[in-house]
């Protein structure tokens, strides 16, 4: 019999992989770069050090700091194509929020509070819901905290649940995570705020009882602890192809101001769309929460409730992680609703066990994908980049021509034409910004925008041809620019080519 958990996981996978939601998965082109790093990667059985995509900075040093996912991808599209990409994707995701569920039970939230919240966390994540290495860092992070939160209260209060020395999975998570995604400095985030928990409770509990005695013992000795685990994690996450130099460039990346305030995801939320209203509503619920029980919450998890409303808010595509971890922390804290009748519904879930249903859930999806989507003589699956979204049909033409001169797109069309057409042709420029860096995006963006000095940028790079949205300025400048001639023409977009001069 399915738990409650097995249930949403179940549905979350299923609606992700059965239905349109497949091709909503693959709304962001940066998959196709990604693809296609992993199957160089599973080719030359190295990892890239220089960029081989580029037209514009050809030989320029490049870090696939997501190669592990890479060639997971990579090996799956092989495989599956992008079916077998969407499958990985809607696995994580359900996983993700199946977990959170019940991890809101096992804290003790009533069973309707956990659905409704839940319900909150996925919706606000919802804009999120895309194939790209960051769904592998809401896993790796909930894990994290987890194995934090978990030790923490078996340590302190006594409870039944993970003893300390689980916390030396978390090294070895790191030397996973840190191949996987940037992302792993957040579980240094997390382990610094149970660190410092620790300590708070060190210091400021009195000695006048044995139990008090015990508890400074207890948090004395986690603190310790902790301070050795993430010693360990820090030597850990040094073990990828660039060493040190990953954090460096990880944290140049994320502290350039340019970068940070020109890149959609990294802006703050517009609390005008619906899944950043949801966040909002959940925001609201932590405040209300907050304000009438903050003191039945340890200072770790009052730190960890103010990284989540700061990161969020700073950044929207922090809102997943933020999401699933206030929920986790306030569930407990809301009035039980009903409790006799979903105390027994309680009950019955965390007697279920096994996951039956999921695990064959997954060895039947991936086997449908394998088969092209197809069962029997119907087609269940049929992942592919959305034509009103991507410019499908100019890069058919292109790809009919067997062009290979540099071409210049949308950054956000980048990864789709790198999917499309590499090795044949490369691109001027895609979503790979901490590669391009600050000053190429900023002649980029001038062009794009056709303010002052437009056409430098095309000087500089010389691309053969121009793909554009059909409505773009810049689109609209090159119909009256001596030299580029129109080659493509369709709902979504034109493609130019550079004519070669007179003489």
């Known amino acids: ?282 925001l609201l619920i932590t405040i209300g929460s907050l304000a009438t029980r903050v003191r039945e919450l340890r200072v770790s998890e009052v730190l960890t409730v103010l990284l989540a409303v700061y990161t969020a808010l700073y950044s929207s595509r922090n809102i997943p992680v933020s999401s699933v971890l206030l929920v986790i922390i306030v569930g407990p804290l809301l009035p039980e609703i009903s409790a006799g009748f979903f105390h027994r519904m309680s009950t019955v879930e965390s007697e279920l066990r096994g996951h039956l249903w999921p695990i064959v859930a997954v060895v039947a999806t991936l086997l449908v994908a394998i088969n092209h989507g197809r069962v029997g003589s119907g087609q269940w699956m049929d992942a592919h980049f959305d034509p009103a979204r991507m410019p499908v049909e100019a890069v058919n033409a292109l790809d009919h021509q067997k062009i290979d001169g540099p071409i210049l797109t949308p950054d956000y069309w980048g990864g789709y034409m790198i999917y499309r057409l590499y090795p044949r042709a490369r691109v001027a420029v895609d979503d790979r910004h901490d590669f391009y860096g600050a000053d190429f995006f900023k002649l980029y963006l001038r062009m794009m925008h056709v303010d002052f000095g437009w056409d430098e940028f095309l000087q500089r790079y010389k691309p053969q041809y121009v793909l554009l949205p059909r409505e773009s300025p810049l689109a609209n400048m090159l119909m009256k620019t001596a030299g580029w001639k129109v080659v493509h023409l369709d709902e979504i977009s034109m493609t130019f080519r550079r004519e070669a001069a007179r003489r």
């Not at 619906?274 to 509503?281: I, N, R, W």
């Open 1 to 282: 019999m399915p738990s409650t958990m097995d249930l949403i996981f179940l549905a979350l996978l299923l609606t992700l992989v059965f239905t349109p939601l497949s091709v909503r998965l693959l709304g962001d082109a940066g998959i196709g770069w990604h693809i296609r790093t992993g199957q160089q990667i599973l080719l030359t059985h190295a990892i890239p050090h220089v960029d081989p995509f580029s037209s514009s900075m050809p030989g320029k040093p490049w870090f696939a700091w997501e190669w592990l996912y890479d060639v997971i991808v990579g090996e799956l599209d092989a495989i599956a194509g992008l079916n077998g990409v969407v499958w990985l994707t809607a696995i994580v995701i359900g996983a993700v929020f199946a977990w959170t569920f019940h991890l809101l039970l096992a804290r003790r939230t009533n069973l309707l509070i956990a659905l409704v919240l839940l319900l909150l966390a996925s919706s606000a994540s919802m804009i999120h819901f895309l194939a790209r290495p960051h769904v592998v860092n809401w896993l790796f992070t909930l894990a994290w905290f987890w194995i934090l939160d978990a030790t923490e209260r078996s340590c302190l209060h006594r409870e039944a649940g993970l003893r300390s020395r689980w916390l030396w999975a978390l090294p070895v998570l790191m030397l996973v995570w840190v191949n996987l995604h940037g992302g792993f400095l957040l579980g240094f985030a997390l382990l610094g705020i149970y660190w410092l928990g620790s300590l708070w409770t060190w210091f400021n509990t009195n000695e006048n009882r044995i139990e008090q005695a015990l508890e400074k013992i207890a948090a004395g000795q986690r603190a310790w602890g902790l301070l050795w685990v993430g010693l360990a994690s820090a030597l850990a996450s040094l073990v990828n192809p660039y060493g040190w130099k990953l954090h460096a460039h990880v944290y140049a990346y994320l502290s350039n101001r340019f970068l940070m305030d020109h890149i959609e995801e990294f802006q703050s939320p517009n609390f005008h769309g619906v899944a950043q209203k949801c966040f909002l509503l959940l």
